[in-house]
């Protein structure tokens, strides 16, 4: 699971490190920056994912999670709203990639305290790449015509046509006629 933290968000330009840094803020105030994972290590366009942030301290603030974000701006953020994270400290949001490439999701808050320099609480980043959806595979269906090339699934298993035909019986599946058919 990719977990990056550590950078601070400072007049629209990003630093980033990779090691979750403690900030002292001041007395009696303390941040630390959130860590963020995602629950698959392939994305792909169209797929469903969990964000996780992990906080290492109490949040006297809700997390904002953002996607390719300049700032966390309300009705911009991932889940459309700040989370507040629960007793073990995380907060958790879904996410579905619409678009294919590199992504940057950024997390604000884990802190308690004031003060934060520019006004901006502590955040995190971890850059993301996105894959294309995947494609569909059919399933082999009696009667249906495969032209070579074409890739079907039966029983779980994908096969590639080797030579064009339809598929007349019902004996015709692809484990039953390697002529017509290769496993992939």
Not at 47 to 65: E, G, H, P
Not at 75 to 82: K, V, Y
Not at 139 to 160: A, F, H, M, N, P
Not at 175 to 180: G, K, R, S, V
Request: net charge negative; aromatic share 8%.
């Amino acid at each position: 699971m990719p977990v990056m933290s550590g950078h601070w968000f400072s007049r629209g330009a990003v630093a980033v490190s990779a090691i979750a840094v403690t900030l002292g803020m001041g007395a009696g105030s303390a941040s630390a920056l959130p860590s963020i994972s995602v629950s698959s290590a392939e994305l792909r366009v169209g797929q469903t994912y969990t964000i996780t942030i992990n906080c290492d301290v109490r949040s006297t603030l809700a997390v904002a999670i953002d996607v390719d974000p300049y700032s966390a701006e309300p009705g911009q953020l991932l889940g459309g709203d700040l989370l507040t994270p629960n007793e073990n400290l995380v907060a958790t949001v879904q996410w579905t990639p619409s678009t294919a490439g590199a992504h940057t999701i950024q997390a604000y808050g884990c802190s308690s305290g004031a003060g934060w320099p520019d006004g901006r609480p502590p955040t995190s980043v971890l850059g993301v790449t996105i894959e294309p959806a995947a494609p569909v595979v059919q399933e082999w269906q009696q009667g249906s015509t495969y032209q070579v090339g074409d890739v079907v699934s039966y029983q779980g298993v994908q096969y590639k046509c080797r030579q064009a035909h339809t598929a007349h019986a019902p004996n015709w599946t692809p484990p039953q006629t390697p002529a017509l058919w290769q496993q992939v």
